[in-house]
């Protein structure tokens, strides 16, 4: 079946998913983890064939065990897929109401976006909490995952597919594409594609964002900073300063370059040092960073670098301003943290940094859907529209407006013979 | 000052409207208007010039209506930025608050965009709708109205920057453009503009789609049904068809193609060709319409035509499935309307047609943001992401996620040390 085949079948499938009544969404994601656990042996198999491969061909260690998909990551995604279950259907949730006159109601509520186009990494369990946030909200969906685990992916995908239709899903409503030139190919299909969700390196989510008109919802760069400021709990400050590089550096959420106030940067460098040593992280510095402690010069270069690795770029600033106005400089919009005592420069910090997710005293690393509580994610977004930060269930979801009338034309209110109420209404769609 | 310099200008501009506070806002909405008002003799005048101008040039009467700027028009849009000045500040509402731990709480709060740049036709009024709108909700925002307004438009944008930055908003956060050129340079212009809103015809809103990668918000065709089911109340159908045509044809909620279920078409169309007669409005219809009513044919082309005119394609249909299925294939996806006294029957349609408007019982021309009541409009938008259907403030607002903490590490949650409470908080961000 061709890609775009497919893609028009899960258009199709979609347009009936929006109507889907919440008991057969909720009895599909069950029986789908009770099928996963039901062929626990046929999926640990396939992804034994993927493993076997992939070290034959030498992937990296870290790849090696994200691609692993063994009983407990089944346990795993089955008690995501029952939680998933469990949550509000927020399809038809109604956002806001209006008596636009007597008889004439005007209801503003959550339905479906159609169909969205996922491409992930090496993680069979991203394949499976992907497709049960688009089911869950009333989205089609193609799958493009890592091709190292193409023989674990297909039989899950499989295993999604059938059961979920056989709980009354429409046909089609998933579909998996296998191969880069499937994904070219979506590319250009912004008929039956609503939106589109790269994930995975900088250039990869570059090239899909310059290459397609479909909406892509996602991020590029993850140049997250940890600015310490004047009046800050200096033990705390470094403490965070150091989760947020060394805790997990390969992720996009961990800090890039660390900001210090002139005022105790003579106290805290050496206190940033001695945490970031022990990780053996590489630091670079601008000049005043060099007097205080011994590192590498930062060039200009450095303050645009997204590191993922054990390396660090620090700079010393005089004023909260100059911190804020490097990070909306130099930064990706992403996570940007201040460590303060001082609430108005914490607000300040907050108005200001113009990034998708903004802490007070807390590691750049808890920005993530599953630490927010949004349950599994689709990706991280930098967009400036739809959705920002981590996105769960609800950046799969827009509002359509229905209005019920009693007959009511627009000469009627043109001519003056009727007049606007607009009263808010407060109440759930009758419908 | 070229426009990348005014771009330029604007974002930085806007990286500091986001913390304006309230009141400086709305006293800057207000004192624009007593300035317009002052100012009454100066925009009248150039006005004039551009009405001169214009009937010399033979524009079009219902152009040069819109065109006029009298005292009425300048008494209406003081109206509109004094209620504007009267509406809660959408900018740092909290939309969803968690406690992910003691001590550690998230907060989704509303935020501006950034910098939307506008591109409207030759009303002037629509200049201060879409500025004072951009003012309320944070954002700096780039204009180019039509260049018959030459004149007016740059009065009104003089007036406009000058006393909003003598009341305190940030210096360039308005921008106007005046020529093509400069609307070209805006489409490349992503690192300063965040959204652009086209408004205009199908075929400039297809070229701006196409020709840039910043987030372009709007519509292109407004191709809308009115669907008149097998229980109806005759009468009040051909009322709203009537109404849906021909009340404003010109216009984008205007009805393009009437559907009919064929088991009360005998009755209903010479009804509904009684109506449309009296606007002399002109008819095609398929097969079945043709052995009921006289007209001429219609063929495949015009189910896909936006007529913009008195001129209507009428098509009969055997099931309600078919009438969604005729609007979900050449509809646009802008406002669609059912006419039925069969509740079932209305739930189904505004479940399954995939339209930003969906209406039962009522004229597809409701569809505004001022019959929404949502104040003045940015424009109508039929994406599947981020605003849908009539666009007012909220359309210009994305949100940020804020991190309240006290020295958490991931490392500590990573370990088991500490477990996520994920406690909905129900309370406003404190900062």
Redesign the interface.
């Known amino acids: 079946m061709s890609i775009q085949h497919t893609a028009e079948k899960a258009k199709a499938a979609s ?2 998913m ?2 889907v009544d919440t008991e057969t969404k909720n009895e599909a994601l069950r029986k789908i983890a009770e099928a996963l656990e039901a062929n626990k042996d046929e999926i640990t198999a396939a992804n034994k064939e993927d493993l076997d491969r992939a070290e034959n061909e030498n992937l990296a260690r870290p790849l090696l065990k994200r691609l692993k998909f063994d009983s407990d990551k089944i346990a795993g995604v089955c008690r995501g897929l029952r939680s998933l279950a469990g949550l509000e259907d927020p399809v ?1 949730k109604t956002l806001a109401s ?1 008596e ?1 006159d007597i008889g ?1 109601e ?1 209801y503003k509520t959550a339905c479906p ?2 169909v969205v186009g996922v491409i992930f990494e090496s993680r069979p369990d991203a394949l499976v909490q992907i497709s049960s946030l688009c089911l869950k909200s009333g989205n089609g969906v193609l799958l493009k995952g890592g091709s190292e685990a193409a023989k674990t992916n297909r039989i899950l995908a499989d295993i999604i597919s059938r059961v979920s239709e056989q709980s009354g899903l429409p046909a089609g409503w998933l579909g998996l594409l296998e191969t880069r030139e499937d994904v070219s190919a979506m590319l250009g299909l912004e008929n039956s594609v ?2 589109i969700v790269p994930r995975g390196s900088n250039e990869f989510v570059q090239f899909i ?2 290459n397609t ?1 479909i ?1 892509v ?1 996602g991020h590029a760069d993850g140049i997250c900073h940890v600015y310490v400021d004047r009046q800050a ?1 200096l033990e ?1 400050a470094a ?2 300063a ?2 947020s590089k060394c ?2 550096p390969a992720v996009c959420n961990a800090m890039e370059t660390l900001l210090v106030h002139e005022d105790i940067a003579t106290q805290f460098l050496p206190l940033a040092k001695k945490g970031l040593d022990e990780y053996g992280c590489k630091l670079k510095g601008c000049e005043k960073t060099r007097e205080i402690i011994s590192c590498e010069p930062a060039n200009e270069q450095d303050w645009q670098t997204e590191y993922l690795d054990y390396e660090l770029s620090i700079r010393v600033v005089s004023r909260l301003e100059d911190a804020i106005d490097h990070i ?1 400089k130099y930064g990706s919009g992403h996570t940007d943290a201040i460590v303060s005592s001082d ?1 108005p420069a ?3 910090f ?3 940094v ?10 750049t ?3 993530d859907g599953f ?3 949004l349950g599994a994610e689709v990706g991280i977004s930098t ?4 959705a ?3 996105v769960g269930l609800e950046g799969l979801l ?14 009627e ?2 001519s003056g013979d009727k007049q ?1 109420k ?1 009263t808010p209404l407060g109440k759930n769609c009758p ?1």
């Open positions: 347009k009936l929006a109507a038809g209006t636009l004439l005007l976006l159609g609503d939106l964002m310059n008109n909406p919802l709990d705390m403490r965070i150091v989760d805790q997990y909306n609430e914490a607000r300040k907050l108005s200001l113009d990034s998708a997710d903004v802490f007070w005293n807390a590691s690393r808890f920005s630490r927010y509580g967009n400036k529209i739809h920002r930060g981590p827009i509002y359509k407006w229905l209005l019920i009338g009693s007959g009511q034309t627009a000469g209110y043109a606007f607009h419908l």
